[in-house]
T-cell receptor
Framework: EAQVTQNPRYLITVTGKKLTVTCSQNMNHEYMSWYRQDPGLGLRQIYYSMNVEVTDKGDVPEGYKVSRKEKRNFPLILESPSPNQTSLYFC?????????????FGPGTRLTVL | QKEVEQDPGPLSVPEGAIVSLNCTYSNSAFQYFMWYRQYSRKGPELLMYTYSSGNKEDGRFTAQVDKSSKYISLFIRDSQPSDSATYLCAMSANSGGYQKVTFGIGTKLQVIP
């Protein structure tokens, strides 16, 4: 089954404790992206990657890091989480050849930073 | 002003009603318009995709784009309880899976049996 998986699905942590949210896709997509979704603000792009070893900032990159060492994986790293990073996070992937701009989203990771 | 404006609702309708969901936008470069559906505790899924102005129909769903007014709509006919979800409009200036997509905040729809 074609899918994007994220782990963990739920995470409660404390300020300053480094964490990584994993993302993996099995569709051989070149493009991968991280979003956060907040009430009243919608989906905002954090970082994206056009292919292996190619990453770039989205609209709200502060406080986040990413890496793309393999095509299928795109982990999101919070080196020193703060309460304002409490949010619902989505990983997405798409084929650069897709004519319909369709992005395939993972199930989401709900992060709470205390 | 946000590039894409969408009323968050919630919108509550009886089963069988016609639902109209709308977005306005300010960026005249947008040419590709999408509607995503997001069920509770799930990621968004692409529902409809249209290019430029005009209508596109898929079963009970019709997407409408009016570029002159910078206004897009999604109509749901004979709404069902299974249509209860949040609907996000999304827009892009170019086609291709790598293009930046700007999303609305989503409208929460509840269809009452």
């Amino acid at each position: 089954e074609a899918q994007v998986t994220q782990n963990p699905r739920y995470l409660i942590t404390v300020t300053g404790k480094k964490l990584t949210v994993t993302c993996s896709q099995n569709m051989n997509h070149e493009y991968m992206s991280w979003y956060r979704q907040d009430p009243g603000l919608g989906l905002r792009q954090i970082y994206y990657s056009m292919n292996v070893e190619v990453t770039d900032k989205g609209d709200v990159p502060e406080g986040y890091k990413v890496s793309r060492k393999e095509k299928r994986n795109f982990p999101l790293i919070l080196e020193s989480p703060s309460p304002n990073q409490t949010s619902l996070y989505f990983c997405a992937s798409s084929s650069v050849a897709a004519r319909d701009n369709e992005q395939f989203f993972g199930p989401g990771t709900r992060l709470t930073v205390l | 002003q946000k590039e894409v404006e969408q009323d968050p609702g919630p919108l509550s309708v009886p089963e069988g009603a016609i639902v109209s969901l709308n977005c306005t936008y300010s960026n005249s470069a947008f040419q590709y318009f999408m509607w995503y559906r997001q069920y509770s505790r799930k990621g968004p899924e692409l529902l409809m995709y249209t290019y430029s102005s005009g209508n596109k129909e898929d079963g009970r769903f019709t997407a409408q784009v009016d570029k002159s007014s910078k206004y897009i709509s999604l109509f749901i006919r004979d709404s069902q309880p299974s249509d209860s979800a949040t609907y996000l409009c999304a827009m892009s200036a170019n086609s291709g899976g790598y293009q930046k997509v700007t999303f609305g905040i989503g409208t929460k729809l509840q269809v009452i049996p």
